[in-house]
């Protein structure tokens, strides 16, 4: 029986490099997905919905595909951090995150199209940020521009060198999609990256 083609729904240059590591052959697709919180939807359950949602939002032009679907948003103190989308918002976001923990909520959901089954999860992961001043912020947002990215960093970039300290079980979850996770729901399904090959397609 051969094995169900692998779709990322997802456009994130760095969710499809981050999957490029497992050396899995996969295509992306765009899921057009209404991202907004609901009223008092925790940043856990709103990740997970929003996974899942973009999983099953590409499933109808790829009916027999397992889709990756994936999520991720910050919070401090419980309160969601949006992305900045502008100089100055990424200034006041970094501000108010200096000296503290930024908790990241990572939803991942692997979709069975043709079943219409879905494995969710999420996989958090704490960043302790350095004391900075607003030299140095101005400075990073100025230089990096992370104005898409969600806690106004790119971790996978200078925003290293904002962090004092790293807590989680998958340093790729900050990132965008967590891969130790992603690999045992795939090996469920029959795909291990550990045993087979195959360069990604566009």
């Known amino acids: 029986m051969s ?67 994936s999520d991720q948003v910050a919070s401090i103190d419980g309160e969601i951090l949006g992305k900045p989308g502008g100089h100055e918002a990424a200034v006041a976001q970094l501000s108010l995150c200096a000296g503290r923990t930024v908790t990241f909520q990572t939803g991942l959901c692997l979709l069975d199209a043709a ?26 947002v100025a230089r990096e521009r992370p104005f898409s990215s969600a806690g106004s960093f790119k971790s996978e970039g200078l925003g290293i060198a904002l962090f004092e300290r790293l807590e989680g079980e998958d340093p790729n979850a900050l990132i965008g999609l967590p891969l ?8 469920g399904h029959g795909i291990d990256p550990l045993t087979q090959g195959g360069q990604p397609l566009d």
């Open 115 to 140: 079943s219409g089954r879905a494995q969710t999860l999420v996989e958090p992961f704490r960043v302790q940020m350095r004391a900075l001043s607003h030299v140095q912020i101005a400075g990073y």
């Open 3 to 69: 094995q169900p083609k692998l779709v990322l729904a997802s456009t994130s240059p760095f969710r499809r490099a981050l999957l490029e590591r497992l050396g899995l052959a996969f295509t992306t697709a765009a899921p057009e997905v209404d991202e907004q919180p609901l009223p008092d939807e925790p940043a856990q359950a709103l990740v997970m919905r929003l996974a899942e949602a973009k999983a099953r939002a590409v499933a109808a032009s790829h009916p027999d595909a397992l889709i990756i679907g």
């Open 180 to 187: 130790i996770r992603l690999v045992t729901l795939l090996q």
